[in-house]
């Protein structure tokens, strides 16, 4: 295609490409990297960035000529039982009255940085994450609600987001119909694997009338959107059993599948020491499984947003990337990607302005933090120009595969191909395999490249040669 025709084919087609599975060439690109849901990665996080430097960046976002929205994301770190492939920071316990401590820390976080925030900055996105949110009963949970609605502005607005992350073993239709009650719209669901087989090995039995259960309590009581998680890569994980199980993800008609890949870190996460890794799937079944959810879930109707995403064709999630508006956040795709993340519990990470920052990870530094007054952020990150003149450009490519080099360009008073000269060395192998086209004027990511989103990304990262991809990031597929 000549630049002229490349240039015109990017304008009048605004609609992402469908990808193309390539087994041989995902398998030569397979390599481990960064999921991008912030840039620069967690492992650029330091010390240096301390609750002296959160109070200032607050203030400073309060103060820009139209200040952003909020989105506040809690972790509840507790769960009843181990998942053996679980990466997550989290407690576990059968012991609910461990929630009562850890809660009476999380209000005195919401009481110290809420009325940092000012009051006409609105939450229109909430997010609880875990652990297992659906740990604290109903009775904890409004409790929590009350207390984030007296220290920060919650949106009215009907398009507000406000989602749970729900264990469906421990959640039933009255729980899903009282957490309605209290504002929440959005559910996520994990399954995993229905298999017993893959269950077993995982330390995870859920049958599919659990998780059927859960959902349909969610559209009964008017939930905007449930979606429901998948890992590929399991032990004992095959073909002929994912595609079951692909079958009944199906029939319960969730609006969004997440289908991650089951990054193998042993020396990482501790409860994965519990995986027989001779059970895990060779590289090949590994790509095959993925190829089989690529192929079931779009025959089924679901769009393939990204990553690990899909959504139904008339999906905000779909709506948006068509309309050039998607962003990517610690969430993952969204829709609100525009907001001011506020971390709330342990181990949780807010974005606020042009900074990021984190938690302390256990309860204990958690705790003492809190017991002295103090907001618990032990690290972080204040954002330099090349980093945000990055994170918006791996932004572009990840959330819209393609890239207007001149606009770019003058909207940072920069040369782009001069700017970014090694970037562009570094993309031309994958331009030559087919995955990028560049032209004077644009990059655009081709049918070829969209699985492999998160390698062309890596090439316009200028942090890598300072961390260890392998140990540290999962693999791209």
Sequence with gaps: MTDAGFAQTCVMNPIIVAPQFDPALIARYDLAG?????????????????????????????EEPIPRPLSLYVHVPFCMSPCFYCGCNRVITRDTSKADHYLERLYREI???????????????????????????????????????????????????????????????????????????????????????????????????QTREVLEAARAASFRSANVDLIYGLPRQTVDGFSHTLDQV????????????????P??????????????????????????????????????????H???????????????????????????????????????IGRIGDSYSQNARDLIGYYAALDAGRLPVVRGLELVEDDLIRREL??????????????????HELLFDEYFAQARQRLHPLIGDG?????????????????????????????????APATRFSRVI
């Design 310 to 348: 899909f959504a139904r064709a008339d999906d905000e999630l779909v709506q948006a990337q068509r309309a050039g508006t998607l962003q990517r956040n610690f969430q993952g795709y969204s829709t609100h990607g525009d907001c001011d993340i506020v971390g709330l519990g342990a181990s949780a």
């Design 435 to 467: 995955l990028v086209l560049e032209s004077p004027r644009e990059i655009r990511v081709t049918s070829r490249g969209r699985l492999l989103l998160r390698n062309i990304a890596m090439c316009f990262d200028a942090y890598l040669d300072d961390v």
């Design 111 to 209: 009481e110290l940085i809420g009325p940092l925030f000012d009051r006409d900055r609105t939450v229109r996105q909430l997010h609880f994450g875990g652990g297992t949110p659906n740990f604290l009963d109903i009775t904890r949970m409004r409790d929590l609600m009350g207390s984030l609605a007296r220290n920060f502005s919650f949106s009215r607005e009907a398009s507000r987001e406000y989602g749970i992350e729900i264990d469906p073993r421990f959640a039933d239709g009255a729980y899903v119909r009282e957490l309605a009650e209290l504002g929440f719209n959005r559910i996520s669901v994990g399954i995993q694997d229905f298999d017993p087989a893959v269950q077993q090995a995982v330390n995870r039995i859920q049958s599919v009338e």
């Design 34 to 62: 960064p999921r991008y849901t912030s840039y620069p990665t967690a492992p650029q996080f330091n010390a240096d960035f301390n609750e002296t430097a959160l109070r200032a960046t607050i203030q400073a976002s309060n």
């Design 267 to 308: 020396k990482m996460f501790k409860p994965q020491r519990q995986i027989n890794a001779e059970e895990l799937p060779d590289p090949a079944t590994r790509l095959a499984l993925f190829g089989c959810a690529l192929e079931k879930l779009s025959a089924a109707g679901y769009v393939y947003i990204g990553m690990d």
């Design 394 to 411: 791996i932004g572009e490519l990840m959330c819209h595969g393609r890239l207007d080099k001149h606009a770019f360009g003058a909207r």
């Design 250 to 265: 199906v029939a319960l008609e969730a609006d969004r599948v997440a289908v991650y890949g089951y990054a193998h870190l």
